[in-house]
């Protein structure tokens, strides 16, 4: 947990040095894990970022999903309102230009620009003109964050299972280096497996540790379910972890 915090708070500072003096906030990731919100929070603030919600009952999220079974942005928006809490803001995640031209006379407080181009981003920005906080999700390393920021938009999420830190190291698409960190599987392997020992030693034995994966990148040239497997079993051959979570894909994955 400690050294996962140190990751945390070093992370943080170097995205919110990357976007320099620009008036755009760096927020942590929505999805928090339970037990460790706490933790996970005050790494990030002591890294110089700020926070998104502290979990799903703080603000109302519209994902794709949710206009699909809705049946358009209006219909999923109207819902919402119709059974929310005055108390509580309204997030509206769009993928396309239309869906934020649909949006807007709403009244949603956020809308989240979710895998846009710059281009597509610089154009939401404009379309949306203040009557909304803008936060841009997806995408989000620290060689685009710079380019993201100068959009124009108000907040950036960033985010790291499926591109979180260690699982950055893991695949051969993100992992450039060419010292004892990169290249081969066992050399990609090295660092998220000295992480988790730094976290078993510093935990002790007794301390449950659960490990959450993306089982395969669904990307090309990324790692597949075969690397994962040989990964878990690195992991668990020196008793790292106590249970591993396996979910799929990469937010950037079709």
Not at 71 to 100: P, Y
Not at 114 to 132: F, P, S, Y
Request: some cysteine; glycine content about 8%.
């Amino acid at each position: 947990l400690n050294d996962t915090r140190v990751i945390t708070i070093f992370a943080t500072n170097k995205y919110q040095q990357a976007i320099g003096d620009l008036p755009c906030k760096i927020v942590d990731t929505r999805k928090t894990t339970p037990g460790f919100r706490a933790f996970e929070k005050y790494s990030v603030k002591v890294g110089g970022g700020a926070l998104h919600r502290f979990n799903l009952s703080d603000c109302a999220m519209i994902k794709d999903n949710h206009i699909q079974v809705a049946g358009s942005v209006t219909n999923a928006v109207k819902l919402v309102k119709a059974n929310l809490s005055h108390a509580h803001k309204i997030e509206l995640e769009c993928d396309t230009l239309e869906q934020i031209k649909e949006a807007l006379p709403l009244g949603v407080d956020i809308i989240m620009l979710d895998n846009m181009t710059l281009e597509q981003m610089k154009e939401a920005v404009e379309l949306i003109d203040h009557r909304a906080t803008v936060e841009a999700s997806g995408n989000v390393h620290l060689d685009t964050v710079r380019k993201i920021a100068e959009c124009g938009v108000d907040i950036i999420e960033v985010n790291a299972t499926a591109g979180y830190l260690l699982s950055e190291f893991l695949s051969p698409i993100t992992n450039l280096r060419e010292d004892e960190y990169g290249g081969s599987e066992e050399n990609r392997f090295r660092y998220p497996l000295e992480v988790l020992e730094a976290i078993r030693e510093t935990v002790g034995k007794e301390q449950a540790v659960t490990l959450r994966i993306s089982g395969s990148q669904m990307l090309e040239g990324g790692y597949d379910i075969h690397v994962m497997e040989r990964f878990c079993k690195a992991v668990c051959d020196k008793k790292l972890v106590d249970a591993i979570s396996v979910t799929g894909g990469w937010h950037e994955a079709p």
